[in-house]
């Protein structure tokens, strides 16, 4: 199974802060590689799959991006509307398999 | 637009069957995989299995001896059954439609969740 590593498990920024999450995989997973936002008493959201292709209707200011089995999720200018768990997952494998998730809380 | 709506029990008993329905609107079971996917409370997501093709299925290792997801194209839902639980498996399940092509694999559609408890 691939495993997926997730950091930080939280954070808190202001509005208008650049934030940064890391996801690593164990092993290459391609760019099948999805992020999800989740906000509490929801489903999850899509935002970025294949690494890095913006689902259609989410704000620019989100972006993601690979570097081997590094993967980075960045919101270039934190918004009030951002807070919410963040979860990214793989489809490489037949098991998928999600991070553990960042917490994102918007002073 | 595609719409998926879980329904069931938001109760059963530890060692009986959880069973929960997902109804699809607005788009076909034919066309796509489809999932479930489990959140125990505070807790992060864990896939438990899909299907495709409208009858082939795959399923998380770590539930395999318990789950069956079947499908009923004729009414475009499909089902979960999960076996023997206990109340490590009270969670909000969600079912969700996943788009696979050549170069891109993700779950684009969820419904709202439903939360199943198991206790007595």
């Known amino acids: 199974d691939i495993q997926m590593t997730q950091s930080p498990s939280s954070l808190s920024a202001f509005v208008g802060d650049r934030v940064t999450i890391t996801c690593r995989t164990s092993?290459?997973?391609?760019?099948?590689l999805n992020w999800y936002q989740q906000k509490p008493g929801e489903a999850p959201n899509l935002l970025i799959y294949?690494?890095?292709t913006l689902q259609r209707g989410v704000p620019l200011r989100f972006t993601g991006s690979r570097s081997g089995t590094d993967f980075t999720l960045t919101i270039s200018t934190l918004q009030p509307e951002d807070f919410g768990t963040y979860f990214c997952?793989?489809?490489?494998?037949?098991?998928?398999?999600f991070g553990g998730g960042t917490k994102v809380e918007v002073k | 637009q595609v719409q998926l709506l879980e329904s069931g029990p938001g109760l059963v008993k530890p060692s009986e069957t959880l069973s929960l329905t997902c109804t699809v609107s607005?788009?076909?079971?034919?066309?796509?995989?489809y999932s479930w996917i489990r959140q125990p409370p505070g807790k992060g997501l864990e896939w438990i299995g899909y299907?495709?093709?409208?009858?082939?299925?795959r399923y998380n290792p770590s539930l395999k001896s318990r789950v069956t997801i079947s499908v009923d194209t004729s009414k475009n839902q499909f089902s979960l059954n999960l076996t023997s639980v206990t109340a490590a498996d009270t969670a909000v399940y969600f079912c969700?439609?996943?788009?696979?092509?050549?170069?891109?694999?993700?779950?684009?559609?969820w419904g709202q969740g439903t939360l199943v408890t198991v206790s007595s």
């Open positions: 299907f495709y093709d409208s009858g082939n299925t």
């Open positions: 294949a690494a890095s």
């Open positions: 607005g788009g076909s079971l034919r066309s796509h995989y």
């Open positions: 969700a439609r996943r788009i696979v092509t050549t170069s891109e694999d993700y779950f684009d559609r």
């Open positions: 092993q290459n997973v391609s760019n099948y």
């Open positions: 997952q793989q489809t490489f494998n037949a098991a998928l398999s």
